[in-house]
């Protein structure tokens, strides 16, 4: 796939946590893939404007369930990152 070189600014703390996170696989691969998942999860956004629209909005209690299935998420993710950082630095 062709690519293209650009130019952004970035805030220079976000910088800082993005090439800790970056790694190996380079700034490029990571802000690609986060690119692509923006534009994923805008794609979504329009998705469900239009299902709000053909089948009503999303209730309270449909939000709440979400909520809590991401609160889970993101502990499995805290969860796993701390098991990384335990592992890489007894390594």
Known sequence: MASKKVTVTIPEDLLDEIRAEAGERGMSAYVAEALRLKRDRDRLRELVDWLEE??????????????????????????????????????
């Open 54 to 91: 053909e089948h009503g909005p999303v209730t309270e209690s449909e939000r709440a369930a979400v909520r809590d299935e991401l609160d889970d998420l993101d502990a499995e993710h805290e969860h796993r990152t701390a098991r990384k950082q335990s592992s890489g630095e007894a390594a």
